[in-house]
């Protein structure tokens, strides 16, 4: 299934404005526009989605109050990406070649700033005020602070501990404050914004979680990346750990993964290494515990359609392919 598949028709009209809205953002210049529209194309639009349902999830909120944050966010997170790539030396992304690879690390740090000051641009300018701004700089620093911890300690095996600390930082933060702002957007009263901000939260480590599973075994033509990707540049992700703490060949797998180079064989030996053992159905059962606390924080005043949706992500988040 696809997120689409999972909502009702009003957010679905919703996601159909939105992508004319993404568009126009980067519209006004035309080399941003040719550098950025296919890298923007290929997006789940996970975060907004979130964001608009939360936002519409007693009322309906007008959609000229939730489009400018709901496109500041899918470019705030475009923005991390083209980044990460530059970090990682990635070559592709959503199914295109990333905009380090097609124009130079210069160039692509200038687009992914360009797209994360037309995002506050777009908060500014339409009188979101002092929490929503408040939210949105607090994630981006926490996004950052993340992704220095990983870059910090390339290829070096990390706690159980510090594993999570990571993904929440630089994923599950991300997902809750899309669905915090979506209730604060919509004044929903405090413990309403708690519990959804609680649901983003387990939905935002499972995602990664997974994620983490499809970097070593998804199909590369679905995710639209390479796998072995994180192994390759140093980040040391949930099914190593697991199969570190429970292969026979612990003691191969750990000298791959920490030698500091990492070759196609190593990523293919690492990958049997894994397979060996419980590793895969240990990630998955933790995504599924992480979604368990999720819909259990749902509260039970939600539209009954966006409570579905909110559902029905929570499903996909672990069934998802890409
Ligand atoms: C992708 O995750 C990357 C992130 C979740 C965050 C990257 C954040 C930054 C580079 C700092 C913030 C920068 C700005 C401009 C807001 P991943 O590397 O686990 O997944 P991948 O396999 O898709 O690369
Ligand atoms: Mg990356």
Redesign the pocket.
């Known amino acids: 299934m696809n997120f689409v598949a999972a909502l009702n028709e009003a957010a679905a009209k919703n996601l159909r404005t939105l992508e004319e809205q993404i568009r126009q953002a980067i519209s006004e210049d035309p080399f941003i526009f040719a550098a950025c529209e296919p890298l923007i194309r290929g997006g789940k639009r996970l975060r907004p989605m979130l964001f608009m349902l939360c936002a519409n999830a007693k009322t309906a909120c007008p959609p000229e109050k939730t489009m400018p944050l709901a496109t500041a966010l899918e470019l705030?997170h475009t923005?991390?990406?083209?980044?990460?790539?530059i970090?990682?030396t990635?070559k592709r992304?959503r199914g295109v070649e990333t905009a380090n690879s097609k124009y130079g690390a210069q160039i692509a740090v200038l687009i992914?700033?360009y797209?994360?000051a037309k995002a506050f641009q777009l908060v500014a300018e339409n009188d979101y005020g002092a929490e929503v701004s408040s939210i949105l700089s607090k994630l981006?620093k926490n996004?950052?602070v993340?992704?220095i911890m990983?870059d910090r300690s390339l290829f070096v095996v990390p706690t159980m501990t510090e594993y999570y600390t990571r993904i929440n930082l630089?994923?599950a933060i991300?997902l809750s404050s899309c669905c915090k702002l979506g209730a604060v957007v919509a004044k929903a009263p405090s413990r309403e914004v708690e519990n959804l901000t609680a649901y983003g939260a387990g939905l935002g480590l499972a995602f990664?979680i997974i994620?983490?599973l499809l970097?070593f075994f998804g199909d590369e033509t679905v995710t639209g990346?390479p796998h072995g990707?994180?192994l390759k540049s140093g980040?040391i992700?949930l099914p190593v750990i697991r199969a570190l703490e429970v292969s026979g060949d612990a003691d191969k797998l750990k000298a791959l993964v920490t030698r500091g180079e990492v070759t196609a064989e190593d990523i293919d030996a690492a990958i049997k290494i894994i397979r060996a053992t419980d590793a895969v159905d240990y990630c998955r059962t933790r995504a599924e515990a992480h979604i368990e606390a999720a819909r259990v924080n749902l509260p039970l005043t939600l539209k009954t359609s966006v409570s579905l949706a909110l559902e029905q992500i929570a499903d996909f988040v672990v069934d998802r392919t890409r």
């Open positions: 705030i923005a991390s990406l083209v980044h990460d790539d970090i990682d990635s992304r992914g700033d797209l994360f981006v996004l950052c993340g992704e990983q630089k994923t991300f990664q994620d983490d970097d990346k990707g994180d980040v992700t």
